[in-house]
């Protein structure tokens, strides 16, 4: 998969956020997919040796039947420490290792964090998404920042997600009886679209079909 932006990898927290600042000029959070969607991917991260070697794991799914079409990992020293809200550094170096493998290019990529629902606007999802030039949509497990109104039990419901008086994302019941995900617009997708895709890959359990493979591979479970 060929990989459209690359930049220098930080050093020191202050390179990370002047990237961040730097870059989020670049999200695009209306649709510009390119349809129809035959195929999404999911994205996600494990580590190994004490959190020493990044373990990156990328599945490739049909759509809208989300059967499974590639799978890759890959592994590289970790490079950047553990630091709430500069977790693409940390972690996007191992997964563009992992994408670079695959032969069959998603046309929409759902990241195991946060898109624009970022203190800086800037999460992984986003920052993969400008890297790649592609749909990239946030599917975090927990929230980061931000406030949102009570929600019903009822899949599917949501609730704009609030911070500093934008909505930067929504918080989405993908199944009755357990947790909500924190859904935001990584790049080049509208929030309510995001919704939609992630819902119509979620069919099951609580993560989408992508994620939650991705998830196993990357945790080695």
């Not at 932006?5 to 997919?33: F, G, M, S, Y």
């Not at 997964?95 to 800086?120: F, N, S, Y």
């Not at 592609?134 to 609730?159: C, D, F, N, Y």
């Not at 019941?173 to 995001?194: F, N």
């Amino acid at each position: 998969m060929k990989i459209y932006q690359r930049h220098a990898w930080p050093q020191t927290l202050e390179e990370a956020i002047t990237i961040q600042e730097n870059l989020r000029e670049q999200v695009i959070t209306e649709d510009k997919l390119t349809e129809p969607i035959s195929y999404v991917a999911g994205v996600d991260m494990g580590f190994e040796a004490d959190g020493t070697i990044s373990r990156a794991a990328v599945a490739v799914l049909s759509f809208p039947d989300l059967q499974v079409v590639e799978t890759t990992l890959a592994h590289r020293p970790t490079s950047f420490p553990y630091i709430p809200g500069f977790l693409s550094f940390r972690e996007i170096p191992a997964v563009l290792d992992a994408l670079e493998k695959i032969q069959t290019a998603p046309d929409i990529i759902l990241c195991d964090g946060q898109g624009i629902a970022h203190p800086r606007r800037f999460g992984i999802a986003s920052h993969l998404g400008i890297i790649l030039d592609m749909p990239t949509i946030g599917v975090a497990k927990s929230l980061l920042i931000g406030k949102h109104q009570e929600l019903p039990e009822t899949r599917g419901s949501w609730q704009p997600l609030v911070h500093k008086g934008e909505t930067i994302g929504a918080v989405l019941r993908t199944r009755i009886g357990v947790k909500p995900l924190y859904i935001s617009s990584g790049h080049k997708i509208s929030l309510t679209t995001a919704i939609d895709y992630v819902l119509r890959c979620t069919p099951k359990y609580r993560l989408p079909e992508t994620t939650r493979i991705a998830d196993k591979l990357a945790s080695n479970r």
